[in-house]
Structures are given as structure tokens and as C-alpha cells.
């Protein structure tokens, strides 16, 4: 099995709801990542702590990278980058749904030789 993190960052103004869900659809996946590296990009709010620590408690594979102050996504990024324990990473956001067979099909495509993958996104309101 291939090792691999998956990176979000989240900042105050993040959906508590749409992050849970973003959560359920990363453990909703037919492989499973090895990491979560999450960022807390400054003071969260009570409800996303709430968040976090429920699925800490439910899957201890997270690895929170705390910043004092907001920094913005770049930098928050960089720091998860550099906090994260393996070489191939997966990037959400905190509002992404992603189907059950992204981490999957991602990886298959990294062990036959490609060093970036991505994919189709649909956006719904």
C-alpha cells in the first residue's frame, strides 16, 4: 500500500457543515490516506474545534499543524508541507466532496510514473 498525506488547511471562516462533510467524504474513500495534515491557519472557531476534535478521536491520523496568526493559504500550505510525513500528498479544501475513488485512481496513475495528477471538479451551490 502507498503512503500518502492528505493536506487542508482551514481558517475561522470555514463551514463547520460543509468541513464535516469534506471529513466523511476523505474517510468515505476505498484507499485510505495515511495522514491528514491539518492546518489551522489562526484561531478557529468553537464549532470547527468541535469538528476536529470529534474526527481526531474517531481517527488518529491527523496531524495539526498550528499557525499563531492567519497567514494566509499559501504560507498555511507551506507549513503543512513541510509538517507532512510522507511524499505524495492529496489537497482538499475544507468544501470539497470528492468521490470515493479519487485517492484511488490518483494513486494508480503516481505508481505508473506520473508526478502530478489532478481532476475534474463540479461545482454546486
Given at each position: 500500500?502507498?503512503?500518502?498525506?492528505?493536506?487542508?488547511?482551514?481558517?475561522r471562516?470555514?463551514?463547520?457543515?460543509?468541513?464535516?462533510?469534506?471529513?466523511?467524504?476523505?474517510?468515505?474513500?476505498?484507499?485510505?490516506p495515511?495522514?491528514?495534515?491539518?492546518?489551522?491557519?489562526?484561531?478557529?472557531?468553537p464549532?470547527?474545534?468541535?469538528?476536529?476534535?470529534?474526527?481526531?478521536?474517531?481517527?488518529?491520523?491527523?496531524?495539526?499543524?498550528?499557525?499563531?496568526?492567519?497567514?494566509?493559504?499559501?504560507?498555511?500550505?507551506?507549513?503543512?508541507?513541510?509538517?507532512?510525513?510522507?511524499?505524495?500528498?492529496?489537497?482538499?479544501?475544507?468544501?470539497?466532496?470528492?468521490?470515493?475513488?479519487?485517492?484511488?485512481?490518483?494513486?494508480?496513475?503516481?505508481?505508473?510514473?506520473?508526478?502530478?495528477?489532478?481532476?475534474?471538479?463540479?461545482?454546486?451551490?
Amino acid at each position: 500500500m502507498t503512503e500518502f498525506s492528505v493536506l487542508i488547511s482551514i481558517y475561522r471562516k470555514e463551514n463547520p457543515v460543509w468541513f464535516r462533510d469534506a471529513l466523511e467524504s476523505v474517510f468515505a474513500q476505498t484507499v485510505q490516506p495515511s495522514e491528514i495534515v491539518l492546518v489551522e491557519d489562526g484561531p478557529l472557531t468553537p464549532e470547527l474545534y468541535t469538528v476536529i476534535d470529534e474526527y481526531c478521536d474517531m481517527h488518529p491520523i491527523f496531524n495539526i499543524v498550528k499557525n499563531e496568526k492567519n497567514l494566509g493559504l499559501g504560507l498555511a500550505l507551506r507549513n503543512g508541507l513541510l509538517a507532512a510525513k510522507f511524499d505524495i500528498l492529496a489537497r482538499m479544501d475544507t468544501d470539497d466532496i470528492i468521490p470515493p475513488h479519487r485517492f484511488a485512481t490518483q494513486l494508480a496513475k503516481i505508481e505508473e510514473g506520473y508526478d502530478v495528477v489532478s481532476c475534474w471538479s463540479t461545482l454546486f451551490l
